[in-house]
């Protein structure tokens, strides 16, 4: 008679309750030395020897049994890896058959390489609409560009005009100031000449008056 009988339930309920009793006793010991708690070595000491003894009891254990689950499904009997089946008519592999598809189809070697070659071909007809993609972007920011830079140059001829017009007013005015200047200056020469003769015709009528102031006092005499 054996010692302990792996397949009574007894056993099997023992080994329940020392797994959830072991793996307390474990993570209380890791929590103890991860906090640095007081006796923390003796709690991991025990909580790793606790561990053993639960290695220990379960290699005593049955491996665990597949079931047949053909007695509950029955739809499932007959199957089998599908690299190994057999078609029970033909006889042959399910990898045999899809290699006789592929012959019959004419799809060999040659032919998976050419279309190898139309994806690497697609792959670089795409690279390059997007290629093109890009250039047209690039052209439209371009002229967006060009647009904003005439439209600064239509108001920079705007300002130029305004500016210009401005200097034409100024010039106008300058002129007719100078004009204004010549006729004063013009003006001022008829005056200087006017008074000129004035005092010349003073100067005359001096003379007349003391000719006659003379003329007088001698008759007197």
């Known amino acids: 008679m054996a010692l302990i009988d792996v397949n009574s339930k007894r056993f099997k309920n023992f080994m329940a309750k020392l797994y959830g009793w072991g793996a307390a006793v474990v993570i209380l010991g890791a929590m103890f030395k991860i906090l640095h708690f007081p006796g923390a070595d003796i709690m991991l000491i025990v ?7 639960i290695f ?31 078609n029970r008519t ?11 598809m ?16 139309g994806l ?32 600064n140059m239509e108001s920079l001829n705007a ?8 200097s034409a007013n ?18 001022s020469e008829k005056l200087s000449s006017e008074v000129t003769s004035l005092v010349s015709n003073i100067g005359k009528l001096n003379n007349v008056y003391g000719g006659m102031l003379s003329a007088m006092n ?3 005499n």
Not at 159 to 166: G, P
Not at 170 to 187: F, K, P, R, V, Y
């Open 120 to 151: 690497r071909n697609f792959g670089d007809a795409a690279n390059k609409l997007n290629s093109t993609v890009e250039a047209a972007a690039a052209t439209k920011e371009y002229g967006e560009q060009l647009s904003l830079a005439s439209k």
């Open 47 to 53: 909580g790793l020897t606790t561990e053993a003894v």
């Open 159 to 166: 300002l130029y005009a305004v500016q210009l017009e401005s």
């Open 56 to 86: 220990f009891f379960s290699a005593f254990e049955k491996p665990h049994e597949e079931l047949d689950w053909t007695l509950v499904y029955p739809e499932l009997a007959g199957m089998e890896d599908p690299d190994t089946e057999y």
């Open 102 to 117: 592929l012959a019959d189809a004419k799809i060999d070697g040659a032919l998976i390489d050419s279309l190898g070659e």
């Open 90 to 100: 033909t006889g042959l592999t399910a990898t045999q058959e899809l290699d006789n």
């Open 170 to 187: 100024h010039m106008e005015a300058q002129n007719a100031l100078i004009g204004n200047l010549t006729s004063t200056i013009n003006d």
């Open 218 to 220: 001698i008759n007197k």
